[in-house]
Structure formats: structure tokens, C-alpha cells
């Protein structure tokens, strides 16, 4: 596994790397699908996770909204007859942009709680990441929380027994945010203190350039592949995403470059929620094939949720 070493590129340079991979392998590639969902009372749901087995079926968690208000709910959402519907008596919560893990046979769900002015109902005075565990989502519970203003924060269970953590630590210095890592034995040291002291690691993001991690896969040599995101801001102040990856080893706390994974022309045109954020592609989570592909699930432009089949980009990190 090629450790990264030297400066960060910039978003512009990654996706123009981009770009060639695509130009080589041109008639391979395939179009993105919208998840259709209903049930919702017409407000949009983006920014899933992939779909994870509870009680014998697939139910993808979503966050849903209204079009102009960022007040979301994070609800799970089952298939049934091509569309995906909320799930009977499953719980509803006050959070955006879910995510799972399973840690030792548990469900650890999270998203971010987010607090609004008590004068101005739509300006958002900071937000933190909350957590749920139990071994069905009928029986989760709190049981931590991250820092304030840390979002991104994601749980992984090791090849030695031990809990992986990444997490967003922002600003780092001058720097506008950047992902960090740390270990911890149960999840009851998943502390605040734990999570603000998490080394971070270097040579990922430009000063002014921002990612995260969304999804954190232990692969066959004891390896995680990271699924995330890279972000910047052009001098219009339009917001680019862009679903990324890399390899991280958590022995020797070594990261590969970022490549970015896909591109929001790849994926069906749709709405926005707002212009700024028309090419904002989330990552939710990735489900590997085992024959070389993967799918990808992804919030498209603050408004759908979409999948995609691409080249597992993990397999490198295996070898």
C-alpha cells in the first residue's frame, strides 16, 4: 500500500485525475440510478446510507426534508415494489446525514444533531454528532456524542478486536477541516476528550479545501478502505463534493493519496436544493461485490438519493 507523501492536491487536480481514469476505461462505465421514495409527505431524502440488514431485511436510513429548510429528520426506509417507504413503528429522529457501523455484532447508528438560533428559526448556531447502539434499530440507545462542531465522525472494528475512529477535527490551525484517527478498545471510551485529541492526518486537504469520512470497510489484510468526500469552494462560491477514497493502515497510521470516485454528471440530472449546490455529491456508504465492482450510494445536490455500480476502489488497498 503506497503511503501518501508530500502536499495535498487539490480538488482540481484530483478530479482532473479523475477524468483520465474515466477516458481509459471509456465503454465501461454506467449511469447512475435515482432511489425512488415515498411516504414522506413530499419532502426530498438524500444523503443515505447504504442499505444494512435489521431483522431480516435491507432498510437504508435517509435524511429527510423539506426543499428550504435544513430542520431534518433521519428516518429507515424499506424496498417495496420499487420504491422505498418508511418503515412501520421504526423510530424517527431529529438528526441529518446518518450513518451505521456494526461493532461486535451491534448496530451503532449516528447522525448529526443540529441547533438553531432561538430568535432566527433557520440560522444554525452549531451542531455535534450523536450515537445510537443496540442489536436492532428498535432497541437503540444513546450513548455518546462528539464534540461540538465535529461531524464525520466513523467507527470501524478492527482485525485485533480493537474500534477504529476516524473523525473531522475543524479548523486544524489555519486549516478549514481535516480527518483524524485514533483507536479505542470498548465503545465506551468513545468520549469527547478521545475524539478532539485523535491524531490527524497529514497531506490530505489544501488549507482552504475541506473532506470527511462517511464509511470506514476493515478489508482482508487488516487494512480500512475510507469512503468520503473531498469539498471546495470556487470564486463564485458554488460547493463542488466529490465521493473519494483511500487506504489507511491502522498499525502504522499511514494514509494513500485520495482518489476521487465519482462525478455528478455520472448520476441522472435532478433538482437542487440550492444552485450553490448542484454538484455536491455525499457519499453514504458502498457495498462491495466481491467480483471487482461495488455500488455506491450517494446524496446528489443537497436533494435525491442515488446509486451508482462502480470499480471497487478498495481492491487496490488489499493487495
Given at each position: 500500500?503506497?503511503?501518501?507523501i508530500?502536499?495535498?492536491?487539490?480538488c482540481?487536480?484530483?478530479?482532473e485525475?479523475?477524468?483520465?481514469?474515466?477516458?481509459?476505461?471509456?465503454?465501461?462505465?454506467?449511469?447512475?440510478?435515482?432511489?425512488?421514495?415515498?411516504?414522506?409527505?413530499?419532502?426530498?431524502?438524500?444523503?443515505?446510507?447504504?442499505?444494512?440488514p435489521?431483522?431480516?431485511?435491507?432498510?437504508?436510513?435517509?435524511r429527510?426534508e423539506?426543499?428550504?429548510?435544513?430542520?431534518s429528520q433521519?428516518?429507515?426506509?424499506?424496498e417495496r415494489?420499487?420504491?422505498?417507504?418508511?418503515?412501520?413503528?421504526?423510530?424517527?429522529?431529529?438528526?441529518?446525514?446518518?450513518?451505521?457501523a456494526?461493532?461486535?455484532?451491534?448496530?451503532?447508528?449516528?447522525?448529526?444533531?443540529?441547533?438553531f438560533?432561538?430568535?432566527?428559526?433557520?440560522?444554525?448556531?452549531s451542531?455535534?454528532?450523536?450515537?445510537?447502539r443496540?442489536?436492532?434499530?428498535?432497541?437503540?440507545?444513546?450513548?455518546?456524542?462528539?464534540?461540538l462542531?465535529?461531524?464525520?465522525?466513523?467507527?470501524?472494528e478492527?482485525k485485533n478486536?480493537?474500534?477504529?475512529?476516524?473523525?473531522?477535527?475543524?479548523?486544524?490551525?489555519?486549516?478549514?477541516?481535516?480527518?483524524?484517527?485514533t483507536?479505542?478498545?470498548?465503545?465506551?471510551?468513545?468520549?469527547?476528550?478521545?475524539?478532539?485529541?485523535?491524531d490527524?492526518?497529514p497531506?490530505?486537504?489544501?488549507?482552504?479545501?475541506w473532506?470527511?469520512?462517511?464509511?470506514?470497510?476493515?478489508l482482508?489484510?487488516?487494512?480500512?478502505?475510507v469512503?468520503?468526500?473531498?469539498?471546495?469552494?470556487?470564486?463564485?462560491?458554488?460547493?463542488?463534493?466529490?465521493?473519494?477514497?483511500?487506504?489507511?493502515?491502522?498499525?502504522?497510521?499511514?494514509?494513500?493519496?485520495?482518489?476521487?470516485?465519482?462525478?455528478?454528471?455520472?448520476?441522472?440530472?435532478?433538482?437542487?436544493?440550492?444552485?450553490d449546490?448542484?454538484?455536491?455529491?455525499?457519499?453514504?456508504?458502498?457495498?462491495?461485490?466481491?467480483?471487482?465492482t461495488?455500488?455506491l450510494?450517494?446524496?446528489?445536490?443537497?436533494?435525491?438519493?442515488?446509486?451508482?455500480?462502480?470499480?471497487?476502489?478498495?481492491?487496490?488497498?488489499?493487495?
Amino acid at each position: 500500500m503506497q503511503a501518501s507523501i508530500g502536499q495535498a492536491k487539490s480538488c482540481a487536480v484530483l478530479f482532473e485525475q479523475f477524468k483520465q481514469e474515466r477516458r481509459e476505461r471509456r465503454g465501461k462505465e454506467v449511469q447512475g440510478e435515482k432511489l425512488t421514495f415515498s411516504g414522506v409527505g413530499g419532502r426530498d431524502v438524500y444523503n443515505i446510507t447504504a442499505p444494512f440488514p435489521d431483522d431480516g431485511e435491507q432498510v437504508i436510513a435517509g435524511r429527510v426534508e423539506d426543499r428550504s429548510s435544513e430542520r431534518s429528520q433521519v428516518m429507515f426506509f424499506v424496498e417495496r415494489g420499487g420504491e422505498w417507504v418508511p418503515r412501520s413503528h421504526a423510530p424517527v429522529f431529529d438528526l441529518q446525514d446518518p450513518f451505521v457501523a456494526f461493532i461486535r455484532g451491534e448496530l451503532v447508528f449516528g447522525g448529526v444533531e443540529v441547533y438553531f438560533d432561538g430568535e432566527d428559526p433557520h440560522y444554525v448556531t452549531s451542531w455535534r454528532t450523536v450515537f445510537y447502539r443496540g442489536y436492532r434499530i428498535a432497541d437503540l440507545q444513546p450513548f455518546a456524542k462528539g464534540p461540538l462542531t465535529m461531524k464525520d465522525i466513523r467507527l470501524v472494528e478492527l482485525k485485533n478486536g480493537r474500534i477504529g475512529v476516524f473523525t473531522r477535527p475543524m479548523p486544524v490551525g489555519d486549516a478549514r477541516a481535516m480527518i483524524g484517527y485514533t483507536d479505542i478498545g470498548e465503545l465506551e471510551e468513545l468520549t469527547e476528550d478521545r475524539l478532539e485529541n485523535a491524531d490527524v492526518i497529514p497531506g490530505q486537504f489544501l488549507k482552504v479545501e475541506w473532506g470527511g469520512g462517511n464509511e470506514a470497510h476493515l478489508l482482508r489484510n487488516g487494512r480500512i478502505g475510507v469512503l468520503g468526500h473531498i469539498a471546495c469552494m470556487d470564486d463564485g462560491n458554488i460547493r463542488h463534493y466529490y465521493p473519494m477514497a483511500f487506504g489507511f493502515d491502522p498499525q502504522s497510521r499511514t494514509a494513500t493519496p485520495i482518489r476521487i470516485i465519482a462525478s455528478r454528471d455520472m448520476f441522472p440530472d435532478g433538482p437542487a436544493k440550492r444552485l450553490d449546490l448542484v454538484d455536491v455529491l455525499f457519499s453514504g456508504g458502498l457495498v462491495r461485490h466481491g467480483d471487482g465492482t461495488a455500488t455506491l450510494y450517494s446524496g446528489v445536490s443537497d436533494a435525491e438519493a442515488h446509486r451508482i455500480e462502480i470499480e471497487d476502489p478498495f481492491l487496490e488497498y488489499e493487495k
